[in-house]
Nanobody, 123 residues
Framework: QVQLVESGGGLVQAGGSLRLSCATS????????MAWVRQAPGKEREFVAA????????YYADSVKGRFTITRDNAKATVYLQMNSLKPEDTAVYYC????????????????WGQGTQVTVSS
C-alpha cells in the first residue's frame, strides 16, 4: 500500500510558475518510480513526467519538456514538479502516481494514485 498526497496547485497567470509536491507513505519511497499525470476536463489522462527510484533517469512529455522539471527527495519521501513558463493549455488536475514495477510512461499501468491538485493558468 502506497499513499500519495499532492499539494501546491492553484491559480497562476500565463508565464508564471508553480511547484507541485507529492508526499508519499506506506512503503520504502526509494523502491519505486514516480510520475506526474494531468487531466483536463473532458480529456484523457496525459503523461507529464516520470522519475526513476534513484532519480537518475527522467522522462518528459514533449509538451512540457524544457519547462517542467521532476525531482525527488527520498529523505523526505516526496516528489516535486517544478512548472515554469506556464501556459493556459497546462490547466488540468495534476495527479501523482507510483509505479512499483518499472519506469513507464503509460498512465494506465501505474499502481497507486493521489487525489489530484488543480492547476489553472489564466490568459
Amino acid at each position: 500500500q502506497v499513499q500519495l498526497v499532492e499539494s501546491g496547485g492553484g491559480l497562476v497567470q500565463a508565464g508564471g510558475s508553480l511547484r507541485l509536491s507529492c508526499a508519499t507513505s506506506g512503503r520504502t519511497f526509494s523502491s519505486y518510480a514516480m510520475a506526474w499525470v494531468r487531466q483536463a476536463p473532458g480529456k484523457e489522462r496525459e503523461f507529464v513526467a516520470a522519475i526513476s527510484w534513484s532519480g537518475s533517469i527522467t522522462y518528459y512529455a514533449d509538451s512540457v519538456k524544457g519547462r517542467f522539471t521532476i525531482t525527488r527527495d527520498n529523505a523526505k519521501a516526496t516528489v516535486y514538479l517544478q512548472m515554469n513558463s506556464l501556459k493556459p493549455e497546462d490547466t488540468a488536475v495534476y495527479y501523482c502516481a507510483a509505479d512499483l514495477h518499472a519506469l513507464r510512461t503509460t498512465p494506465s499501468t501505474y499502481d497507486y494514485w493521489g487525489q489530484g491538485t488543480q492547476v489553472t493558468v489564466s490568459s
